[in-house]
């Protein structure tokens, strides 16, 4: 019997309802999206889609862990208390840490802080929210006097102008493109511009594309505000009445030359395309700026984000029905995490550590006279202290620090020194539980129960579908237990997630008389009833907006001390570290369509395995002549920090002098795949947000002595070639292989490696030509394709796209058998080719044979043929281009 479900997306910021069909007795779910909630209306990406196919139990952790041992629970926290209170008596507070994530929920959040900052006493909590949003949040709080998302997702409908800026919303957030892409088809006026120096899948709906030079925003920026300032196209009555600061802007930008002629030759743009960009802002009254990790993981993201904001507070357009500034989230509960003090600086419900009112407040709230007194170490000043052996012991929950942090190579080395390292998560082996003394074994998103806010401020509910996996337990009930042995039972007495809910909205609304923006106090007595209930909802929830609140700021008023919007000075500096002989290159970073951030849980949905299948650099043609690089050639990248190879992809979308690198891969798929170990561990001043999109690099061509590829039906354990990618698809594994020593005999190799146990002997077909150095095989097992192996020591190698599909096969015809080690279909058997809709399964060649054969003119008529690009559409750029 199933029953259905509503919860929310556990991916980025968007914040997706789901409807979930749940059969526990199969532990089988059934994903659909939510039609009624407002973040997605029924839509959901590729990630989305592929829920159901990530709550196997394998690789699940479902035990506690204490020295590499299954343990009890009762073992395990005893341990993790008894260590975190040696520490704290030996050498302090500050030597024990907590880092946290987007992916914990509200009410695991909140009681992490309270823990750690308000009973440990240290400020030492922050979050991997720290390298996504933080220049966002400091950007608010100086603009407006308290971090606030001024608009909502509906603003997108009512918009005339939308700027995309350094953000690759189709593939990021690709629900809320596909809503703005709606929004234009509804809208011939509305125009969209896209300030992001790649070209990406979002160019597809821009009217203009604004490829600026790495890092020059704010000088766009700046130039935009001095062009309404001299077209008398700001609202100087707002600025009067509801602004501080305007007197100093202008000051600062006589100080630098910001005419559209400068500013396009900073920017590296035409000045033709920058007057444009200015004069359609200033002519359209409803106009929203979306941004994104382009602005945010800066050294100076900060000022960018306030540079954004200057000009939308000059002109008054902030916070109205399609008029306003619009940060994008990266994560599911990163606004979440804001909202209970999850970064260092911060205390809980928007209150922080420079205000010793707020301190006091606070204290009084908690009953915690021992509370931290000043903020703590944020994310990469807490893994340097670990290095050096000040912080003693850290608990990491729900992140994957070895992989996601910039100079990752450190970040492994500092856990590898710490005397104590604990961490919670529902994977057993990720780069980062590699180093744990303490794994405990936490509820997945499947199982979990609680809140999460996502970018527009909309609290929704995140409701368990399945039992708890193993002895899984929720991550707020694993930190209130160590509370309790540390001594502090009368403040973590929850007995269910509902109680701190409950907490956190009373205190959101103590002692607040409209200072603070985050207030939900309306919610502090819900009924378990009510709460298992909740509709989504935006905050403030407060007795006079039961209902929720979708805008603010269009009446003038903010959080400041004077109630004044804050315009903020910015003088553009260029980035610490810039290329030079040695390093010519800027590496830039970020996400791909079908991946989540460490791959922990995309990768186990073979579908969304398929369209980059491997670690990848795009380089411009320029550039891959000047380094001599080719494309699928294998190359070696360096930075100052670390090393990767990846494979090339040359493209001219890549600015010239920069690259592009994605972040998801870690040891766990990949030999050299890290991104993060090349990324320079600078960081924003104010913030401390790093600088994720400017690291000078070298690139050369990595030339092994061979390549091959592996497809077995079950998972093998290849580690032995310096370069081999792992990755699941649909009743195979994929391993790309690449080395500089070779076996002495590459059948032999093959038996070792591709053979089990078997109880019946497998029959193998082989192919040599020992003068080319290739060797190919195909083993069966009672009559079914149990692996294939390719290897050569030039670039001779197949496509594998009509071999992978050979696996989902219980028998082979005659004609496939005779092919099989050709590597091609025989003729009349279709190769879809290389996956492009991972929704439906839907490859390259099959959609240029549909639009050959039924001449098919516009991604609509590909969709109505084929399904491809009709669900998250995410596909849909790379479908036109086919076109």
């Given at each position: 019997?199933?029953?259905?479900?509503?919860?929310?997306?556990?991916?980025?910021?968007?914040?997706?309802?789901?409807?979930?069909?749940?059969?526990?007795?199969?532990?089988?779910?059934?994903?659909n999206?939510?039609?009624?909630?407002?973040?997605?209306?029924?839509?959901?990406?590729?990630?989305?889609?592929?829920?159901?196919?990530?709550?196997?139990?394998?690789?699940?952790?479902?035990?506690?862990?204490?020295?590499?041992?299954?343990?009890?629970?009762?073992?395990?926290l005893?341990?993790?208390?008894?260590?975190?209170?040696?520490?704290?008596?030996?050498?302090?507070?500050?030597?024990?840490?907590?880092?946290?994530?987007?992916?914990?929920?509200?009410?695991?959040?909140?009681?992490?802080?309270?823990?750690?900052?308000?009973?440990?006493?240290?400020?030492?909590?922050?979050?991997?929210?720290?390298?996504c949003?933080?220049?966002?949040?400091?950007?608010?709080?100086?603009?407006?006097?308290?971090?606030?998302?001024?608009?909502?997702?509906?603003?997108?409908?009512?918009?005339?102008?939308?700027?995309?800026?350094?953000?690759?919303?189709a593939?990021?957030?690709?629900?809320?493109?596909?809503?703005?892409?709606?929004?234009?088809?509804?809208?011939?006026?509305?125009?969209?511009?896209?300030?992001?120096?790649?070209?990406?899948?979002?160019c597809?709906?821009?009217?203009?594309?604004?490829?600026?030079?790495?890092?020059?925003?704010a000088?766009?920026?700046?130039?935009?505000?001095?062009?309404?300032?001299?077209?008398?196209?700001?609202?100087?009555?707002?600025?009067?009445?509801?602004?501080?600061?305007?007197?100093?802007?202008?000051?600062?930008?006589?100080?630098?030359?910001?005419?559209?002629?400068?500013?396009?030759?900073?920017?590296?743009?035409k000045?033709?395309?920058?007057?444009?960009?200015?004069?359609?802002?200033?002519?359209?009254?409803?106009?929203?700026?979306?941004?994104?990790?382009?602005?945010?993981?800066?050294?100076?993201?900060?000022?960018?984000?306030?540079?954004?904001?200057?000009?939308?507070?000059?002109?008054?357009?902030?916070?109205?029905?399609?008029?306003?500034?619009?940060?994008?989230?990266?994560?599911p509960?990163?606004?979440?995490?804001?909202?209970?003090?999850?970064?260092?600086?911060?205390?809980?419900?928007?209150?922080?550590?420079?205000?010793?009112?707020?301190?006091?407040?606070?204290?009084?709230?908690w009953?915690?006279?021992?509370?931290?007194?000043?903020?703590?170490?944020?994310?990469?000043?807490?893994?340097?202290?670990?290095?050096?052996?000040?912080?003693?012991?850290?608990?990491?929950?729900?992140?994957?620090?070895?992989?996601?942090?910039?100079?990752?190579?450190?970040?492994?080395?500092?856990?590898?020194?710490?005397?104590?390292?604990?961490?919670?998560d529902?994977?057993?082996?990720?780069?980062?539980?590699?180093?744990?003394?303490?794994?405990?074994?936490?509820?997945?998103?499947?199982?979990?129960?609680?809140?999460?806010?996502?970018?527009?401020?909309?609290?929704?509910?995140?409701?368990?579908?399945?039992?708890?996996?193993g002895?899984?337990?929720?991550?707020?009930?694993?930190?209130?237990?160590?509370?309790?042995?540390?001594?502090?039972?009368?403040?973590?007495?929850?007995?269910?997630?509902?109680?701190?809910?409950r907490?956190?909205?009373?205190?959101?609304?103590?002692?607040?008389?409209?200072?603070?923006?985050?207030?939900?106090?309306?919610?502090a007595?819900?009924?378990?009833?009510?709460?298992?209930?909740?509709?989504?909802?935006?905050?403030?929830?407060?007795?006079?907006?039961?209902?929720?609140?979708?805008r603010?700021?269009?009446?003038?008023?903010?959080?400041?001390?004077?109630?004044?919007?804050?315009?903020?000075?910015?003088?553009?500096?260029?980035?610490?570290?810039?290329p030079?002989?040695?390093?010519?290159?800027?590496?830039?970073?970020?996400?791909?369509?079908?991946?989540?951030?460490?791959?922990?849980?995309?990768?186990?949905?073979?579908?969304?395995?398929?369209?980059?299948?491997?670690?990848?650099?795009?380089?411009?043609?320029?550039?891959?002549?000047?380094?001599?690089?080719?494309?699928?050639?294998?190359?070696?990248?360096?930075?100052?920090?670390?090393?990767?190879?990846?494979?090339?992809?040359?493209?001219?979308?890549?600015?010239?002098?920069?690259?592009?690198?994605?972040?998801?891969?870690?040891?766990?798929?990949?030999?050299?795949?890290?991104?993060?170990?090349?990324?320079?561990?600078?960081?924003?001043?104010?913030?401390?947000?790093?600088?994720?999109?400017?690291?000078?690099?070298?690139?050369?061509?990595?030339?092994?002595a061979?390549?091959?590829?592996?497809?077995?039906?079950?998972?093998?354990?290849?580690?032995?070639?310096?370069?081999?990618?792992?990755?699941?698809?649909?009743?195979?594994?994929?391993?790309?292989?690449?080395?500089?020593?070779?076996?002495?005999?590459?059948?032999?190799?093959?038996?070792?490696?591709?053979?089990?146990?078997?109880?019946?002997?497998?029959?193998?077909?082989?192919?040599?030509?020992?003068?080319?150095?290739?060797?190919?095989?195909?083993?069966?097992?009672?009559?079914?394709?149990?692996?294939?192996?390719?290897?050569?020591?030039?670039?001779?190698?197949?496509?594998?796209?009509?071999?992978?599909?050979?696996?989902?096969?219980?028998?082979?015809?005659?004609?496939?058998?005779?092919?099989?080690?050709?590597?091609?279909?025989?003729?009349g058997?279709?190769?879809?080719?290389?996956?492009?809709?991972?929704?439906?399964n839907?490859?390259?060649?099959?959609?240029?044979?549909?639009?050959?054969?039924?001449?098919?003119?516009?991604?609509?008529?590909?969709?109505?043929?084929?399904?491809?690009?009709?669900?998250?559409?995410?596909?849909?750029?790379?479908?036109k281009?086919?076109?």
């Amino acid at each position: 019997m199933t029953k259905t479900i509503q919860t929310t997306c556990p991916y980025c910021g968007v914040g997706c309802g789901i409807s979930a069909k749940v059969d526990n007795k199969n532990r089988h779910i059934k994903i659909n999206g939510d039609d009624l909630h407002p973040a997605n209306f029924g839509r959901l990406c590729s990630k989305g889609s592929a829920l159901g196919e990530t709550i196997e139990l394998k690789g699940r952790l479902l035990q506690p862990n204490v020295y590499g041992r299954e343990t009890s629970w009762t073992e395990a926290l005893d341990l993790v208390a008894d260590s975190f209170k040696s520490v704290i008596e030996k050498y302090g507070a500050n030597a024990v840490a907590i880092y946290g994530s987007g992916q914990l929920l509200t009410e695991d959040y909140y009681v992490a802080n309270k823990l750690m900052k308000g009973f440990i006493g240290s400020g030492n909590m922050d979050t991997n929210s720290r390298l996504c949003m933080s220049s966002s949040v400091a950007g608010h709080k100086r603009a407006f006097g308290g971090d606030v998302v001024p608009n909502c997702y509906a603003d997108f409908e009512h918009a005339d102008l939308i700027l995309l800026i350094g953000s690759n919303t189709a593939w990021c957030h690709p629900v809320s493109f596909q809503r703005i892409r709606a929004a234009k088809e509804a809208n011939p006026n509305l125009k969209v511009v896209v300030i992001d120096p790649r070209k990406t899948a979002s160019c597809d709906i821009a009217d203009l594309h604004l490829p600026l030079a790495n890092g020059a925003d704010a000088i766009l920026f700046n130039g935009l505000f001095q062009f309404l300032y001299a077209q008398n196209k700001l609202d100087l009555d707002f600025v009067q009445n509801h602004t501080e600061g305007f007197e100093a802007v202008l000051a600062g930008l006589k100080l630098n030359n910001v005419s559209v002629e400068n500013v396009a030759n900073r920017c590296n743009l035409k000045i033709g395309d920058v007057k444009n960009f200015y004069e359609w802002f200033a002519n359209t009254e409803k106009s929203l700026s979306l941004w994104s990790q382009g602005i945010n993981q800066s050294e100076s993201g900060t000022d960018k984000v306030n540079a954004i904001l200057n000009c939308h507070l000059a002109t008054g357009r902030i916070g109205k029905v399609g008029s306003g500034a619009f940060s994008l989230t990266g994560q599911p509960n990163a606004m979440g995490g804001r909202e209970v003090g999850g970064l260092a600086h911060q205390l809980a419900a928007h209150t922080d550590f420079s205000n010793p009112d707020e301190i006091d407040l606070v204290s009084r709230f908690w009953n915690a006279p021992n509370i931290a007194q000043k903020g703590g170490l944020p994310a990469i000043d807490l893994f340097d202290a670990i290095y050096d052996g000040k912080i003693k012991a850290v608990w990491i929950m729900g992140t994957n620090p070895v992989v996601s942090l910039p100079n990752a190579d450190k970040v492994k080395e500092a856990l590898k020194r710490c005397e104590f390292v604990v961490v919670s998560d529902c994977i057993a082996q990720t780069d980062t539980t590699a180093f744990a003394h303490v794994l405990l074994s936490a509820q997945g998103w499947s199982e979990k129960d609680g809140t999460v806010t996502n970018s527009e401020r909309r609290i929704s509910r995140q409701r368990a579908l399945l039992p708890p996996a193993g002895s899984a337990k929720p991550d707020w009930w694993i930190v209130t237990q160590v509370a309790r042995r540390l001594g502090f039972e009368q403040a973590f007495h929850y007995q269910s997630p509902v109680e701190i809910f409950r907490e956190h909205a009373a205190l959101s609304g103590f002692e607040n008389n409209g200072e603070r923006a985050f207030n939900i106090s309306a919610l502090a007595n819900i009924s378990a009833e009510d709460y298992d209930n909740f509709q989504p909802t935006q905050w403030g929830i407060t007795p006079d907006s039961p209902n929720g609140t979708a805008r603010f700021f269009a009446d003038g008023k903010f959080f400041t001390k004077s109630g004044k919007a804050q315009l903020i000075p910015i003088a553009p500096r260029s980035p610490v570290n810039s290329p030079d002989k040695k390093y010519p290159l800027i590496l830039n970073t970020g996400r791909i369509r079908d991946q989540w951030h460490t791959m922990t849980r995309t990768a186990i949905a073979g579908k969304l395995n398929q369209h980059k299948p491997e670690p990848f650099v795009e380089i411009h043609p320029e550039d891959a002549q000047r380094f001599e690089l080719k494309t699928n050639q294998l190359a070696k990248i360096e930075s100052r920090w670390g090393s990767m190879l990846a494979r090339v992809q040359i493209t001219d979308a890549q600015r010239e002098g920069e690259i592009f690198v994605p972040m998801h891969w870690t040891a766990q798929q990949s030999s050299s795949g890290r991104m993060g170990a090349l990324v320079n561990p600078v960081f924003d001043p104010i913030s401390k947000q790093p600088e994720s999109k400017h690291t000078p690099i070298n690139i050369s061509v990595y030339q092994p002595a061979w390549q091959g590829f592996v497809l077995s039906r079950r998972e093998l354990k290849i580690t032995e070639p310096e370069y081999w990618v792992k990755n699941k698809g649909d009743e195979f594994y994929r391993y790309e292989l690449a080395g500089n020593k070779s076996p002495e005999n590459w059948a032999n190799w093959a038996r070792n490696t591709l053979c089990a146990n078997e109880s019946i002997t497998p029959q193998w077909q082989e192919y040599a030509d020992l003068t080319r150095g290739n060797y190919r095989s195909a083993r069966f097992v009672d009559g079914r394709l149990e692996s294939l192996f390719f290897v050569t020591k030039t670039d001779e190698l197949p496509s594998r796209n009509w071999l992978m599909s050979l696996f989902v096969q219980t028998e082979l015809s005659k004609v496939e058998r005779l092919a099989l080690l050709t590597g091609e279909p025989p003729k009349g058997v279709e190769d879809v080719g290389t996956i492009v809709c991972a929704c439906f399964n839907v490859g390259e060649k099959t959609i240029q044979q549909a639009i050959k054969k039924h001449g098919l003119k516009t991604h609509q008529e590909v969709g109505n043929c084929l399904k491809a690009g009709t669900n998250c559409g995410s596909c849909v750029p790379e479908i036109k281009a086919l076109l």
